[in-house]
């Protein structure tokens, strides 16, 4: 960030680690370029990657302490430029590039990554959308090509990727089954699945093959997972997984990417023996995107989950809240009272 003098309120890290570099205080205010739009942020989404980032351990990690995070971002436009559509006093929401920057009073976004806000929902109702949104939408249209009527499981159905992705595939007119535990079963079915499977006593291998398989949970489970794929179906796994395009889209060379994939080869392979596609989509930030998906919560498609809100001062109070891997919907730190 480029500060000229003018400082704001932010959680930051102060290096990589524990909950112990999460720090709150002043740092300068982002300074609006040609192309980017200045907001007054009301509220941030958290998401779990941000405790990998946290801990130093995501393949590609800034350098520059200290690190403002937050990747989601809801909030009031305060200066734009006079093409980028969007004029001071809209209300907008987005997702973050690279870099980061949510948890502050005001951040500077290139407008492409931004689009109107949901009118029917609030700031922080809009600021848990777009992490889980985004890669839930490239996920179904751009990688898994999901269409009505297919078969789809969700692994992990009552997390932010999960309430979303049970809607968006209900939406799309899939025929959905998502995991839970026992305490989430009913919780999965207020969302709209057909199928709510308890993982601590059921097995989702029994109610398939599917067509497609969503996949938020990963390590143990990827290969089972693959194997409860139909021939010729698509199997789309989100943690740890990322795959050579997903890292040239982030902005690896072909070299890098390929390196950095290439733990995926026993699932690749095990993927290709079944006849199946392998995918290990990275979030990209879009905000035509944000606008299609705007307009299918503001048609009552689509409704935000948010089960915890923090303050500015409390990230590493959200963070310890993420990481016990239980959240139902998601977790949103409110920078606006
Ligand atoms: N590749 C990407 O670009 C990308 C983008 C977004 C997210 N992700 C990753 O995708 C994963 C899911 O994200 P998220 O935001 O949905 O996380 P989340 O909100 O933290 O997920 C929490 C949910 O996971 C469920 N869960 C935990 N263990 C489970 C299991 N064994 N089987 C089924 N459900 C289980 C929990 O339900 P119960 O309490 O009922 O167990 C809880 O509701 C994370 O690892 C995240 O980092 C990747």
Request: net charge negative; hydrophobic share 45%.
């Amino acid at each position: 960030m480029n500060g000229k003098g003018k400082q704001m309120k932010a959680a930051f890290l102060t290096g990589f680690g524990g909950n112990d570099v999460v720090a709150y205080g002043e740092v300068p205010e982002p300074v609006r370029t040609a192309d980017s739009v200045l907001v007054d942020v009301h509220a941030a989404g958290v998401n779990p990657v941000e405790i990998v980032i946290r801990q130093g351990l995501f393949a590609a990690l800034p350098e520059n302490f200290p690190i403002v995070m937050g990747f989601d971002v809801s909030g009031t436009v305060l200066d734009a430029p006079a093409n980028s559509g969007f004029k001071a006093g809209d209300d907008v929401y987005g997702r973050l590039p690279n870099v980061y920057g949510a948890y502050a009073e005001r951040i500077a976004i290139p407008s492409a990554l931004l689009a109107s806000k949901p009118k029917t929902i609030t700031h922080q109702e809009a600021a848990s959308l777009p992490t889980v949104a985004l890669t839930t939408w490239q996920s179904f249209f751009e990688r898994a090509r999901l269409v009505a009527g297919e078969s789809l499981l969700i692994q992990a159905g009552a997390g932010g990727i999960g309430t979303f992705a049970i809607q968006l595939a209900k939406h799309i007119g899939a025929n959905v089954a998502a995991t839970a535990s026992a305490n989430n079963q009913d919780f999965l079915r207020s969302v709209g699945v057909d199928k709510a499977i308890n993982y601590e006593t059921e097995s989702f291998e029994e109610a398939g093959p599917y067509d497609v398989v969503y996949d938020g949970v990963c390590g143990d489970l990827v290969l089972p997972s693959i194997r409860s794929v139909k021939p010729g179906g698509r199997y789309v796994g989100l943690r740890r997984v990322s795959d050579e395009r997903a890292w040239i889209e982030y902005g690896q060379t072909p070299e890098a990417a390929a390196r950095i994939a290439a733990h995926n080869l026993p699932y690749r392979k095990a993927a290709e023996e079944r006849g199946v596609e392998f995918h290990g989509p990275l979030t990209r930030p879009d905000g035509g995107q944000l606008a299609e998906i705007a307009a299918l919560v503001d048609a009552g498609q689509i409704k935000p989950f948010v089960s915890q809100v923090f303050g500015l001062r409390d990230v590493a109070k959200a963070y310890d809240a993420m990481a016990t891997g239980r959240t139902r919907g998601k977790i949103v730190v409110a920078v606006k009272d």
